[in-house]
């Protein structure tokens, strides 16, 4: 009952400011303690008050497109949980009423938090940037933020996302992939080779198989393991089997790299030569294999080995490597 009391109490107030007409100074989360429809459109509308302050003098001049911010969800202005333009970059209130030619170099103060790199102030720090977002954005796939590799390197929200614009690279498959780039060149680089994931076609991008905002496991991968991760879309591969080939069940990257290779299907080398990291001898296994001796063939010396010998393709015969459920598939034959 005490907890109704203090919903209309604030509903009332809500109401009584808005029939009144100042300014409404509100927190974002009134429309959850049971704020009505009036209150909530009494919240919304300071904020677009609040807003004018700022596109007063950053509008449609402005270098960088400020007004496309009314094109994204963080410009619906019908919703009171929408933030203000001071909700992300501070009140700002030396920024605001500083008389242009003063102090300073004839320079405004900069605004509490600064976004733009390369602009007419210095960026703000990373922490201050990425808290700014984590105010509203707690919580799903950003829970483990703090401490992984991307905050720990000094990469803020910003420094990926574009929230002024209309769509934001990062929202799209087609587009998401030259955002990670910019950074990691390597993998860019990778995915120009003959076997790789459908990337550049649209049909895979990097927040498939990795979250950026964190993860428990390696390399920032989106479950707890590399191995969880690739079965999300392998799932044939999974198991378990009868036969387990130790090397796959261990790591899909013992042979596989997942960026892109120069052999299929993103093998890390060509066999036997992938193969004999693990496999250099194997006891009673026909020597031409191995050392090109012992061939197991009828005929005069130096015959042609068997078709399945041929180019020492260890999967001519071996072709269940992920795992078999054949009775008689111990060896991982096919």
Same mark, same amino acid.
């Given at each position: ?155 803020? $929200?910003?420094? #990926? /996302?574009?929230? =002024? ?5 990062? %929202?799209? *498959? +087609?587009?998401? &992939?030259?955002? @990670? ?70 790591? $899909?990257?013992? #042979? /596989?790299?997942? =960026? ?5 299907? %993103?093998? *890390? +080398?060509?066999? &036997?030569?992938? @193969? ?59």
């Amino acid at each position: 009952m005490n907890t109704i009391r203090k919903a209309l109490g604030v509903l009332a107030l809500l109401l009584g400011a808005a029939t009144a007409g100042p300014a409404l100074s509100a927190p974002n989360n009134l429309p959850e303690l049971g704020a009505g429809p009036a209150a909530k459109a009494a919240i919304a509308q300071d904020k677009l008050r609040k807003d004018a302050v700022c596109t007063r003098c950053h509008d449609e001049t402005e270098q960088a497109p400020i007004l496309s911010l009314y094109q994204t969800k963080h410009g619906v202005r019908g919703d009171a949980r929408t933030p203000s333009c001071q909700s992300c970059h501070g009140e700002s209130d030396a920024h605001v009423k500083a008389p242009t030619g003063g102090s300073g170099g004839g320079k405004r103060p900069p605004p509490d938090v600064q976004f733009k790199k390369g602009g007419a102030y210095p960026v703000s720090h990373e922490k201050a940037r990425g808290q700014t977002c984590l105010t509203c954005h707690e919580g799903g796939n950003r829970t483990h933020w703090d401490g992984a590799q991307h905050d720990r390197n000094g990469v803020a $929200c910003n420094d #990926c /996302h574009q929230v =002024h614009k209309p769509k934001d690279r990062m %929202l799209a *498959k +087609a587009t998401q &992939p030259e955002a @990670c780039f910019t950074c990691h060149k390597k993998q860019r680089a990778e995915t120009h080779r003959v076997s790789t994931h459908p990337i550049d076609a649209g049909k895979v991008t990097c927040s498939d198989c990795h979250n950026p905002h964190g993860s428990t496991g390696d390399k920032l991968v989106k479950k707890n393991n590399v191995n969880e991760t690739c079965f999300s879309c392998h799932a044939e591969k999974r198991g378990p089997f009868l036969w387990q080939h130790t090397s796959a069940n261990d790591d $899909c990257m013992n #042979c /596989h790299t997942p =960026h892109g290779s120069t052999v299929a299907p %993103l093998l *890390k +080398a060509r066999g &036997p030569w992938l @193969c004999q990291q693990c496999h250099a001898e194997v006891s009673g296994h026909p020597g031409s294999i191995y050392s090109g001796t012992g061939l197991p063939t009828p005929g005069p010396a130096g015959a042609n080995p068997p078709v399945q010998m041929a180019f020492r393709g260890c999967v001519n015969c071996h072709q269940a490597v992920h795992g078999s459920n054949h009775p008689a598939g111990r060896s991982l034959l096919r």
